[in-house]
């Protein structure tokens, strides 16, 4: 069983940045991708980044959000963090963080995320 639980989301004006982070706990070592993704009203749920657990560490972005946001782990917490730079009015979403493995798909909570104009 592995257990996600983020924070950081809330309210930003555009232009502005915020940090989400994804704690993780459990039995982590079947774990090889995490990440995030987001739904917006009405809409599907869509990769926002993703990276790898392994040594490599490689990452992956929806080419929406490329060049403003960076996703990074912290392997001695278990933490996935997503920085979000200069955002914008349709970044606004709830931010789902998730880890897939051998054993399973793992979701969070969820995080708000508005940005106002």
């Known amino acids: 069983q592995v257990q996600l639980v983020e924070s950081g989301g809330g309210l930003v004006q555009a232009g502005g940045s915020l940090r989400l982070s994804c704690a993780a706990s459990?039995?982590?070592?079947?774990?090889?991708?995490m990440g995030w993704y987001r739904q917006a009203p009405g809409k599907q749920r869509e990769l926002v980044a993703t990276?790898?657990?392994?040594?490599?560490?490689?990452?992956n972005y929806a080419d929406s959000v490329k060049g403003r946001f960076t996703i990074s782990r912290d392997n001695t917490k278990n933490t996935v963090y997503l920085q979000m730079n200069s955002l914008k009015p349709e970044d606004t979403a709830v931010y789902y963080c998730?880890?897939?493995?051998?054993?399973?798909?793992?979701w969070g909570q969820g995080t708000q995320v508005t940005v106002s104009s």
């Open positions: 459990g039995r982590l070592f079947s774990i090889s991708v």
């Open positions: 998730y880890a897939n493995g051998a054993w399973g798909t793992y």
């Open positions: 990276i790898r657990t392994d040594s490599g560490g490689s990452t």
